[in-house]
């Protein structure tokens, strides 16, 4: 398909730039938002339509919405960077767009073309040029779509909305690295063979809220999530996957299946192997990580995905007690694998794989 051509409709009132500056000093994340969006619109007859940049602003949606009842809802996560050549990379935006394709398969949604999704994407990084940092921080872009028709019976929606916004977002660690504390789940789990646990949807992150408000209430940062079958195998974390390095330099990650395939995960997998470390997609017990942190068998463990690239697991805590990980601190393979990704995803490492596609303003 011909990707469609974008309609600019001109914002009536973009943000000044002391104000921009001002709020792209300390913006955190996902709090200040650019100021434009992309909207494309799906109906059965047209396919895709009505391909727009235009002002960020709120949705007019009816109360029946069927998003809003049965949560028929996908999204994806990718960052924009700012070359110090001038310019933007995205990083695997190819993968963002696949992986888009296979939720919106599970979720019985219309596919986006990849065509269609990276034009999309770097309409929006033209468009909010001025929104994208420099230094350590970064864009990060949310595609996502959800279904729009006003219908309350329980079948696939028979129209939807593409959309992406972006916030400009600081270093994810403010005032350098830090480990991260998580909590194991032993009551909720987040996904079942059969279920949505590899699509990237709204629904997931619903369900996964309990156990991440447990995970507050006991002091951690994040939650990790056990299998729903036995509970007794390392899935992931509420919002990254998860891995495993060993002193005889293996690392191990849980397989595929029920888990989000991060495309960070894919790439850390990559730079491992290419590192000289053996890399093991497998089942991963609790109890094992138990036993492998206090014989000391375990050196490091971390946790990746595109908001917080990688960081390391300090702190480990359950209903029983908690162990460290290491010396709790980052460790040495957390520490490289982190500065060979961030180094090709900022353009100040040469892109071997050619997992980078440059956008110009
Ligand atoms: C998005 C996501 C990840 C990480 O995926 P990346 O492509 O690396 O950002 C991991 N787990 C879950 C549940 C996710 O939603």
């Given at each position: 398909m011909a990707t469609l051509a974008f309609e600019t409709i001109p914002h009536g009132n973009p943000t000044p730039a002391d104000k921009r500056a001002a709020l792209m000093a300390d913006p955190g994340f996902g709090k200040v938002f650019s100021d434009h969006m992309v909207t494309i619109r799906w109906t059965?007859?047209?396919?895709?339509?009505?391909a727009q940049v235009r002002a960020r602003e709120p949705f007019r949606i009816?109360?029946?919405?069927a998003v809003l009842h049965y949560a028929q809802e996908i999204f994806e996560g990718m960052k924009a960077y700012r070359l110090p050549e001038g310019g933007f990379s995205l990083f695997r935006p190819e993968e963002n767009a696949r992986r888009l394709n296979a939720s919106a398969e599970r979720m019985a949604m219309p596919e986006v073309p990849e065509e269609l999704f990276l034009a999309a994407i770097e309409e929006l990084v033209k468009a909010d040029a001025d929104w994208v940092p420099g230094g350590e921080g970064s864009f990060y872009l949310r595609p996502f779509m959800f279904a729009s028709e006003a219908f309350l019976g329980v079948r696939p929606a028979s129209e939807y909305i593409f959309c992406v916004i972006g916030c400009p977002v600081g270093a994810?660690?403010?005032g350098g690295f830090k480990t991260v504390s998580v909590w194991i789940s032993e009551e909720y789990t987040r996904a079942a063979p059969?279920?949505?646990?590899?699509a990237k949807c709204g629904g997931n992150y619903a369900a996964s809220l309990s156990a991440t408000k447990e995970a507050f209430a006991n002091g951690c940062d994040q939650v990790v999530f056990l299998d729903a079958v036995e509970r007794k195998w390392i899935d992931e974390l509420g919002g990254m996957n998860v891995f495993f390095v060993m002193d005889d330099n293996t690392i191990v990650t849980p397989k595929l299946g029920t888990i989000l395939p991060g495309i960070t995960r894919a790439s850390v997998i990559r730079l491992a192997e290419e590192a000289g470390y053996t890399v093991k997609e497998e089942l991963y017990s609790f109890d094992q990580w138990q036993a492998d942190a206090r014989s000391g068998r375990m050196r490091e463990a971390f946790a990746c995905g595109t908001a917080a690239v990688i960081a390391g697991i300090g702190t480990v805590k359950y209903r029983g007690g908690e162990f460290a990980i290491g010396n709790s601190g980052d460790g040495e393979t957390t520490t490289q694998l982190r500065a060979k990704l961030t180094g090709i995803q900022r353009g100040t490492a040469p892109d071997a794989y050619s997992w980078t596609r440059k956008v110009q303003a």
């Open positions: 059965p007859d047209k396919g895709w339509h009505e009816d109360p029946a919405a994810y660690f403010k059969g279920g949505t646990g590899a």
